[in-house]
Every structure is written in structure tokens, then in C-alpha cells.
């Protein structure tokens, strides 16, 4: 079974938030705890599943998958089968992410779409420190 955790929420969606997209999120706490209010299960995902176990682990999240050893697809896929929700929304931030999504059945939507739907802030992107095309812009003839 790849669904673990709270089996008594009578939410009509299951979401799942690839690790990257929840990364997206000012306060993944708040993101997962809000979702738990209208959802049947809620879990973080990825590839990488200890990289999962990690962030989960340090921001104190509740998981309701079981990701095992297994790749993303087959966590989609199984979590899918073992959800009675109605609704199965993926959040994700790659077009692998979508055709993830689009192969499994799930709803696909970035974090941009889900932030403003649920009304979740995201991470400011935006650094003080110059990127590396900033870098080369200043090395440029006639650029400054």
C-alpha cells in the first residue's frame, strides 16, 4: 500500500507535492497543514526519496505516502490506486512533473496556480547576490 498516515480525513482531494514544488512555497509547514484541512492525503514526492524523507524530516511534515525505494512514477502510480479521493492533484514544477501527471491520472498544476487558489505565499525567488548572466552583462562592451 503507498498510502500510510490519517486514514479518517474525508477531504475529495488527494495531493501530492513534488519536492521541488513545495520548495516553491514560503512556508511548507502552513502549505501541508492548510491542505490537510480540504484533503484526504497529502504527501511530499520525488525521486530522490531520501532527499523526501529529509525535508519532510526537518520541517516536521506529516506524510501520507509510502514512498519506499521506489521512483516517482511508481510512488504516483501506486498512491493513485490506493486513494479513494476523487480528486488527485499533482503540484510540480517540470514538464517530466506533467507527464508524470498526465500518465498517471493525476491533475497537474504549478505552485504559482496553487498559491493563488489557496492563497499560499510563495518563496521569494529573488536574490541580492548578482546571477551569472548579471555577470556577464556588466562585462559586455559598452555596457556599463
Not at 65 to 79: A, C, H, T
Request: aromatic share 8%.
Amino acid at each position: 500500500m503507498s498510502i500510510v498516515g490519517d486514514g479518517e480525513r474525508s477531504g475529495e482531494m488527494t495531493l501530492a507535492l513534488e519536492l521541488d514544488a513545495i520548495r516553491a512555497f514560503d512556508d511548507p509547514e502552513a502549505v501541508v497543514a492548510d491542505a490537510r484541512e480540504w484533503s484526504r492525503h497529502v504527501g511530499v514526492v520525488a525521486n530522490d526519496t531520501d532527499a523526501v524523507r529529509a525535508f519532510v524530516a526537518e520541517h516536521a511534515l506529516e506524510q501520507d505516502f509510502e514512498l519506499g525505494d521506489r521512483d516517482i512514477w511508481l510512488i504516483m502510480e501506486g498512491v493513485r490506486e490506493a486513494s479513494d479521493a476523487p480528486r488527485h492533484v499533482f503540484v510540480g514544477t517540470t514538464p517530466e512533473d506533467r507527464r508524470i501527471a498526465d500518465a498517471t491520472g493525476w491533475e497537474f498544476r504549478r505552485p504559482s496556480d496553487v498559491a493563488d487558489a489557496a492563497g499560499w505565499s510563495l518563496a521569494d525567488d529573488e536574490s541580492t547576490e548578482p546571477g551569472l548572466l548579471d555577470w556577464l552583462w556588466t562585462r559586455l562592451p559598452g555596457s556599463g
